[in-house]
């Protein structure tokens, strides 16, 4: 499913006036996986 903005409104600086949208960071179907590394050698 795509991502649905959460929030909608316009950007105004002077007579410019730019469309935004907001989108969550988040990914309810992903997992965010870390890994340390060792720090001279670069091996997990």
Known sequence: ?????SWKGYLKL???SCPVRLY???????????NQL???????
């Open 38 to 44: 060792h720090k001279k050698t670069h091996n997990r």
């Open 1 to 5: 499913m795509a991502p649905r903005a």
């Open 14 to 16: 002077s007579l410019v």
């Open 24 to 34: 969550p960071a988040t990914s309810a179907s992903e997992r965010i996986s870390f």
